[in-house]
């Protein structure tokens, strides 16, 4: 079954450097989005992104943060200058559709950020 | 605004049981409703998605919405130790929001 995979699946960075999460979405679908959870709290939405563009993005998804979609198949999430909140498992997803017109989004497993 | 809100539990049950768990949302606009499975640090696993009002059926999961009231349900038949993980409702209109969740045990 095809699935999202995300590298790395764990990571320590100091406050201040700059992180870059990876993310291999499902190979025939056109939306990627990125999500991330705190511990012990809601998954959260960050950003959305299709052809090659940022289609909607939540107030957490501020300058310090971006995306990418640097060949045919990665998905990258970027955070410059990470802080203490950063700390959270990032998901990344996938779906053939999108928002009111589609349904299936599958997720990966996660990167699980510590920033220390 | 909590746009979905969802009772985190924890819920027990003993193998066998009907589980049943329940969210609630605000945002009209929402369309498609989703359940999603969750095991500790692991990425949300999706189960069954309705769209709009009614009942969808796979297996031993039966989801229901109803509109009317803003009501999302997923109930689980015959129960089994496998079943435990942590289930997350979710509303979709251009991004997915997600209830915090309900960590269900059924015990064997």
């Known amino acids: 079954e095809p699935e999202v995979t995300q590298t790395p699946s764990h990571q320590v960075t100091q406050m201040g450097q700059e992180v870059i999460l990876r993310c291999v979405p499902i190979?025939?679908?056109?939306?990627f989005y990125w999500y991330r959870q705190i511990l012990g709290q809601k998954v959260e939405f960050l950003v959305s992104?299709?052809?090659?563009?940022?289609?909607?993005k939540s107030e957490i998804f501020d300058d310090q943060f971006s995306v990418e979609r640097p060949d045919g198949s990665n998905f990258t999430l970027k955070i410059r200058s990470t802080k203490l909140e950063d700390s959270a498992m990032y998901f990344c997803?996938?779906?053939?559709?999108?928002?009111?017109?589609?349904?299936?989004?599958?997720f990966g497993e996660g990167s699980w950020l510590t920033v220390v | 605004q909590k746009e979905v809100e969802q009772d985190p539990g924890p819920l027990s049950v003993p193998e066998g049981a009907i589980v049943s768990l329940n969210c609630t949302y605000s945002?009209?606009?929402?369309?498609?409703f989703m359940w999603y499975r969750q095991y500790s640090r692991k990425g949300p696993e999706l189960l069954m998605y309705?769209?709009?009002?009614g009942n969808k059926e796979d297996g031993r999961f039966t989801a229901q919405v109803d509109k009317s009231s803003k009501y999302i349900s997923l109930f689980i038949r015959d129960s089994q130790p496998s079943d435990s993980a942590t289930y997350l409702c979710?509303?979709?209109?251009?991004?997915?929001?997600f209830g915090a969740g309900t960590t269900v045990t059924v015990r064997a």
């Open positions: 997803a996938s779906s053939p559709e999108m928002g009111l017109f589609g349904n299936t989004i599958y």
């Open positions: 190979s025939n679908h056109l939306y």
């Open positions: 992104f299709y052809n090659n563009e940022i289609s909607e």
């Open positions: 945002n009209s606009a929402f369309q498609y």
């Open positions: 309705t769209y709009s009002s």
């Open positions: 979710a509303a979709n209109d251009y991004k997915l929001s």
